[in-house]
């Protein structure tokens, strides 16, 4: 079961963003996780941090935007370590600073779509496991 229903897309705007309290509560609980990998993250807090990231590459892979550095790679990479180091927290926090630009820029249905999509191929990738 997906989170987003066909219609909640089609219901999105086609033209503006989340709604503003929506788009500071993702942050909020993707910055809340990102500060807990400094010291000892929960799988709650690694689970929100790769929820950013997989929404990142599928809007990467609709084309919306670039990851030509295998930033993406990289940052999972990163969430699978116990404790991130330095480095691994800075592209961290690079990827959600992305996030946020592109959850204030997109509009509402391109981002509804990118989430459905997102579970269909986390899905895929489970049952083929």
């Keep these: 079961m997906t989170t987003y229903s066909h219609w909640d897309v089609l219901l999105a705007s086609p033209t503006e ?3 503003l309290k929506k788009r500071q ?3 909020g609980l993707m910055l809340k996780a990102l500060e807990n990998c400094k010291t000892k993250p929960s799988v709650h807090d690694i689970a ?9 590459e599928t809007l990467r892979d609709m084309g919306h935007l670039e990851d030509n550095e295998k930033a993406l790679e990289d940052a999972m990479i990163a969430l ?4 991130p180091n ?3 927290i800075r592209m961290l926090e690079g990827i959600l600073e992305d996030y946020q630009m592109v959850m204030d820029n997109l509009p509402a249905r391109t981002m509804i779509a990118a989430h459905r999509e997102t579970e269909k191929r986390l899905e895929k990738h489970k049952v083929a496991a």
């Excluded at 929100?48 to 990142?56: C, K, N, R």
């Excluded at 699978?80 to 404790?83: P, S």
């Design 17 to 19: 963003p989340l709604p």
């Design 25 to 27: 509560y993702q942050m």
């Design 48 to 56: 929100a941090l790769s929820t950013a990231v997989d929404l990142m």
């Design 80 to 83: 699978m370590h116990e404790n």
């Design 86 to 88: 330095d480095i691994e």
